[in-house]
């Protein structure tokens, strides 16, 4: 698919169309009982509860200003805009109709705790992975993400750092900067889950990427990632000759990856429930002539939506689509385990593309202010192959089921422990427990 460019036009308008499809209706809820057909002029705003955030993170989401016309849409974008930010236990906006058909807007929040020390330890799929560090996503009441971590794969170590600012210069603009020396090890199984070889992947990486949001539908960026890659510790006793030729002829190499990125629709966030629809279409290239020790395409089309129903549950999907034509084997795809498929060992299914799914039933038992309880009733399915064309070979899914418990918190930024079974599984594995923190997806 990638080396046929009437494959990847055809493939490409396919995509965008239904990216279009998946952005319809993605508006947030509607405030009841606010009738604004007469567009008021906005007298005043007042921002109350803040403490630590600074009020003109506010004043640049809404769509409003002082001396200007009120309209029933842009209360309800702009309240939305300001749950989207994730950094606010609540929203409440309060109008006070003034003679001259003005109105005095006050909105009311309350803040989140967001200087969050950072300690995940996650099992599953045979691999271990401790991560521990700390960040701030609303640093210095800026909403701008400052952190670092220190991460352990399997006694392996290594750690990130990260610069994130979501609103650069102001305006709906996003730069993200990522500095990594990591080292994770990677195994590499036959079909049936048995063990053939390992290797540790030893990477120092850099990340620039800047993303502009045309509308609130839809977003354009452009990011380019430097890896400096090398592969140590080749266990490779039951390796096939091909993988172990992959493993020996590009053992190191230097990598500049640039992508182009594009989403539409729009996720919406309100405490312990998510609404809405959104695509995102990544295309990627790595050239000789810039900087990179070999020539080679990516390719991911991801697609999230999710429906809402009574008891604030709500169902959760996910489809991914991905593909590349290089031989660098830590450029390729591991899929299964902490990301793709549970119940599977980690990147159990290498190949140069795949797909997967997954759909989740999320509904909570228990709320309060501090503390949501939610429990996930999940399915998974993935295919790797060797190349797009063999995707369509349903013979080769993957699949698994199961339930989970996630552990939130309204008051705490990104709260979220998870723990997950998988009662049912397609091929052989040896794990059926898994653990972490965040959503599956």
Not at 335 to 364: C, M, T
Request: glycine letters at 6%; one cysteine or more; hydrophobic letters at 35%.
């Amino acid at each position: 698919m990638l080396n046929n460019n009437n494959t990847i036009l055809s493939s490409l308008i396919f995509y965008f169309f239904f990216a279009v499809l998946l952005s319809v209706n993605c508006y947030g809820e509607i405030i009841e009982g606010t009738n604004l057909e007469n567009k008021p002029k906005v007298e005043s705003i007042k921002i109350t509860g803040l403490k630590k955030t600074n009020k003109r993170v506010i004043l640049r989401e809404l769509l409003f200003k002082e001396n200007s016309p009120l309209t029933t849409n842009d209360l309800i974008e702009s309240v939305q805009r300001l749950k989207n930010l994730q950094i606010f236990s609540y929203v409440r906006p309060y109008l006070a109709l003034l003679p001259n058909n003005e109105v005095a807007v006050t909105i009311d929040i309350e803040e989140k705790w967001t200087t969050i020390p950072f300690f995940n330890y996650s099992a599953g799929g045979g691999t271990k992975h401790l991560t521990a560090g700390i960040y701030d996503i609303n640093w210095l009441g800026k909403y701008i993400e400052l952190g670092a971590l220190y991460q352990n794969w399997n006694k392996e170590h290594g750690g990130i750092i990260w610069f994130n600012d979501p609103r650069f210069l102001d305006q709906r603009n996003t730069l993200n900067l990522i500095i990594q020396n990591t080292r994770k090890p990677r195994y590499i199984y036959e079909e049936n889950g048995n063990l053939q070889g390992s290797f540790i992947l030893h990477r120092k990486a850099f990340t620039a990427a800047y993303k502009k949001e045309i509308y609130s539908h839809f977003e354009l960026g452009l990011q380019a990632e430097y890896f400096d890659d090398a592969l140590l510790n080749v266990e490779n006793d039951n390796l096939d000759s091909t993988t172990l030729d992959s493993l020996m002829h590009y053992t190191n190499s230097k990598t500049l990856l640039n992508t182009l990125t594009m989403r539409l629709g729009q996720l919406n966030y309100d405490i312990d429930i998510v609404s809405g629809k959104e695509s995102q279409i990544l295309l990627s290239h790595s050239s000789k002539s810039l900087a990179s020790d070999h020539n080679f395409n990516k390719f991911k089309w991801n697609n999230q939506i999710y429906w809402q129903f009574p008891w604030r549950s709500y169902i959760a999907g996910n489809f991914t689509l991905a593909a590349t034509n290089t031989q660098l084997i830590q450029q390729q795809y591991f899929v299964g385990g902490f990301q793709h498929i549970r119940g599977y060992y980690d990147g159990q299914f290498r190949n140069k593309s795949y797909w997967q799914a997954n759909l989740e039933y999320r509904i909570p038992s228990y709320k309060s202010q501090w503390i949501v309880l939610q429990h996930v009733f999940f399915t998974d399915a993935i295919n790797a192959a060797s190349h797009p064309k063999k995707l369509s070979n349903f013979e080769n899914n993957v699949y698994s089921a199961g339930t989970g418990i996630r552990l939130l918190s309204p008051k705490v930024y990104s709260f979220n422990g998870r723990i997950d079974f998988a009662f049912y599984t397609s091929g052989k594995n040896k794990t059926s427990i898994s653990f972490g923190t965040q959503h599956f997806f």
